[in-house]
Nanobody
Framework: QVQLVESGGRLVQAGGSLRLSCAAS????????MGWFRQTPGKEREFVVG????????AYADSAKGRFTISRDNAKNTVYLQMNSLKPEDTAVYYC?????????????????WGQGTQVTVSS
């Protein structure tokens, strides 16, 4: 079993930066891919970025490329999402997810555990 807790979401101005954290507990953390998804009211949850269990494999949505960076520290059981050059359209609830698979995937149903989400609001 894996429990995930996100933090770091807040109100930020357009062009600013945020770092989200996802703290995981559970014995299998170091063996699973992790991902960040986001959701806005009335829309489906969408994949943002994912990272393999080793940290060597990463996958980015087009909207995240060049602006967002995912990393993980297995010793701290934590995955990070560094978001730069934020835009108002990045406003969403951001969810951390853990997969039993080794490699990250944009497919939501491939993730087994989910956090409660953290709100990111980018003002124009």
């Amino acid at each position: 079993q894996v429990q995930l807790v996100e933090s770091g979401g807040r109100l930020v101005q357009a062009g600013g930066s945020l770092r989200l954290s996802c703290a995981a507990s559970g014995r299998t953390f170091s063996l699973s891919a992790m991902g960040w998804f986001r959701q806005t009211p009335g829309k489906e949850r969408e994949f943002v970025v994912g990272i393999s269990w080793s940290g060597g494999g990463k996958a980015y949505a087009d909207s995240a490329k060049g602006r967002f960076t995912i990393s993980r520290d297995n010793a701290k059981n934590t995955v990070y999402l560094q978001m730069n050059s934020l835009k108002p359209e990045d406003t969403a609830v951001y969810y951390c997810a853990a997969s039993k698979k080794v490699l990250p995937t944009p497919q939501e149903d491939m993730y087994d555990y989910w956090g409660q989400g953290t709100q990111v609001t980018v003002s124009s």
